[in-house]
């Protein structure tokens, strides 16, 4: 049983780390079964590219519309971010947890991102874009996370053996230090 002290540290933590959830109430976008939705499999570096750049764009419009500044793609986070939906397209589970045990704040730390404030947003289904960030924004922690206080993103897709698609956004505002 964990002492209260360790469960006031682990949810101090999580909402540091800006997680699109709330202990012992995961939030999870799962879904997107319909086959004509299905998310293809980026098969190329460029199409990843493409890919990433779409859900930036998705995002950039809700922040627009709710007038606040753009995000802009910061490689170390996309490096996180892209590990994050390898590893748990590997695993066949979504999670904010690395198969190492990391949260997302250790993630981005880890590529040497120095933040003020980062935040994670996962999800896993056979999605298009436009069918992940209706997900997302219909969650009131993921939408949390896309109009939040962050000036930076990054983006992975990843898709596991069976064709189901992992997807992992990381935010940022990055420490001034």
Known sequence: ??????????????TAAGCAWMPGRPVIIRGGDDPGERMPRPATP???EALRT??????NVFRADAKLKRLTIN???????QAHAEDMAARRKM????SDGSAPAERVKARGYRYFRTG???????FT???????WMNSPHHKRNILGAYSQIGVGYAVDQAG???WCVTFGLPSSR
């Open 1 to 14: 049983m964990p002492t209260r002290r360790l469960v006031v540290a682990i949810v101090w933590g999580l």
């Open 46 to 48: 460029e199409e990843l």
């Open 54 to 59: 779409r859900i930036v764009d998705a995002h």
């Open 75 to 81: 490689r170390k986070l996309t490096a996180a971010a």
């Open 95 to 98: 999670t904010h947890t690395g």
């Open 120 to 126: 994670e947003n996962v999800a896993a289904g056979h």
């Open 129 to 135: 874009v436009d069918r992940v960030m209706k997900g």
């Open 164 to 166: 189901t698609g992992y």
